[in-house]
Protein backbone atom coordinates (compact mmCIF):
# COMPACT_ATOMS: atom_id res chain seq x y z
CA UNK A 1 0.00 0.00 0.00
CA UNK A 2 3.10 2.42 1.06
CA UNK A 3 5.12 1.34 -2.13
CA UNK A 4 1.23 2.61 -4.71
CA UNK A 5 1.25 6.01 -2.72
CA UNK A 6 4.97 6.49 -3.48
CA UNK A 7 4.51 5.13 -6.96
CA UNK A 8 1.27 7.65 -7.64
CA UNK A 9 3.01 10.33 -6.19
CA UNK A 10 6.13 10.37 -8.42
CA UNK A 11 3.76 9.82 -11.55
CA UNK A 12 1.60 13.12 -10.14
CA UNK A 13 5.16 15.13 -10.24
CA UNK A 14 6.80 13.45 -13.46
CA UNK A 15 3.60 14.63 -15.12
CA UNK A 16 3.74 18.18 -13.70
CA UNK A 17 7.32 18.39 -15.07
CA UNK A 18 5.94 17.39 -18.63
CA UNK A 19 3.37 19.81 -19.38
CA UNK A 20 4.88 22.40 -17.41
CA UNK A 21 8.47 21.68 -19.12
CA UNK A 22 5.98 21.23 -22.38
CA UNK A 23 4.27 24.57 -21.87
CA UNK A 24 7.24 26.60 -23.25
CA UNK A 25 7.93 24.43 -26.22
CA UNK A 26 4.20 24.76 -27.42
CA UNK A 27 4.04 28.63 -26.68
CA UNK A 28 6.66 29.42 -29.01
CA UNK A 29 6.28 26.88 -31.75
CA UNK A 30 2.58 28.18 -31.80
CA UNK A 31 4.14 32.04 -31.63
CA UNK A 32 6.38 31.42 -34.73
CA UNK A 33 3.56 29.62 -36.59
CA UNK A 34 1.47 32.78 -35.66
CA UNK A 35 3.39 34.93 -37.06
CA UNK A 36 5.17 33.04 -40.04
CA UNK A 37 1.44 32.53 -41.79
CA UNK A 38 0.64 35.38 -43.60
CA UNK A 39 3.89 36.07 -44.57
CA UNK A 40 3.28 33.10 -46.99
CA UNK A 41 2.08 33.45 -50.66
CA UNK A 42 -0.75 31.67 -49.90
CA UNK A 43 -1.50 31.36 -45.83
CA UNK A 44 -4.56 29.40 -46.09
CA UNK A 45 -2.44 26.56 -47.74
CA UNK A 46 -0.31 26.55 -45.09
CA UNK A 47 0.62 22.93 -43.50
CA UNK A 48 2.78 22.75 -40.58
CA UNK A 49 4.10 19.66 -38.57
CA UNK A 50 2.61 18.43 -35.67
CA UNK A 51 4.44 20.21 -32.39
CA UNK A 52 6.79 16.74 -32.30
CA UNK A 53 8.17 17.40 -35.44
CA UNK A 54 9.83 20.47 -34.70
CA UNK A 55 13.24 21.11 -32.75
CA UNK A 56 13.01 22.73 -29.63
CA UNK A 57 15.62 24.73 -27.27
CA UNK A 58 15.56 26.51 -24.47
CA UNK A 59 18.78 28.26 -24.91
CA UNK A 60 18.68 30.35 -21.88
CA UNK A 61 15.79 31.17 -19.40
CA UNK A 62 12.55 31.39 -21.05
CA UNK A 63 13.49 32.09 -24.94
CA UNK A 64 13.26 29.44 -27.38
CA UNK A 65 15.20 28.37 -30.65
CA UNK A 66 12.15 26.78 -32.82
CA UNK A 67 13.76 24.90 -35.87
CA UNK A 68 11.28 23.77 -38.20
CA UNK A 69 9.14 23.89 -41.17
CA UNK A 70 6.06 24.10 -42.97
CA UNK A 71 4.46 23.54 -46.55
CA UNK A 72 2.38 25.67 -48.52
CA UNK A 73 1.37 26.91 -51.85
CA UNK A 74 4.25 29.39 -53.73
CA UNK A 75 2.80 31.87 -56.58
CA UNK A 76 2.54 29.09 -59.07
CA UNK A 77 0.27 27.10 -57.08
CA UNK A 78 2.85 24.56 -56.25
CA UNK A 79 3.34 22.92 -52.96
CA UNK A 80 6.88 24.21 -51.41
CA UNK A 81 8.59 23.50 -48.34
CA UNK A 82 10.02 26.49 -46.14
CA UNK A 83 12.12 25.80 -43.33
CA UNK A 84 12.92 28.31 -40.74
CA UNK A 85 14.79 29.43 -37.48
CA UNK A 86 12.92 31.48 -34.93
CA UNK A 87 13.56 32.66 -30.99
CA UNK A 88 10.84 33.29 -28.86
CA UNK A 89 10.75 34.46 -25.15
CA UNK A 90 8.17 34.42 -22.79
CA UNK A 91 7.67 36.59 -20.31
CA UNK A 92 4.91 35.64 -17.86
CA UNK A 93 1.73 35.67 -20.30
CA UNK A 94 3.17 37.13 -22.78
CA UNK A 95 5.14 35.43 -25.75
CA UNK A 96 7.65 37.40 -28.01
CA UNK A 97 8.95 36.43 -31.65
CA UNK A 98 12.46 37.80 -31.04
CA UNK A 99 13.32 37.11 -34.49
CA UNK A 100 12.84 34.86 -37.37
CA UNK A 101 14.79 33.92 -40.15
CA UNK A 102 13.61 31.77 -43.43
CA UNK A 103 16.27 29.40 -44.95
CA UNK A 104 15.49 29.49 -48.68
Known amino acids: MKNKKIIIIVMVLILMFVITGCSGESKAISKTEEFLQPQLKSPSSAKFPSNSDYEVTEISDNIYRVIGYVDSQNGFGAMV???????VQIIG???VLKDIEVIE
Open 81 to 87: RTHFVSE
Open 93 to 95: NIT
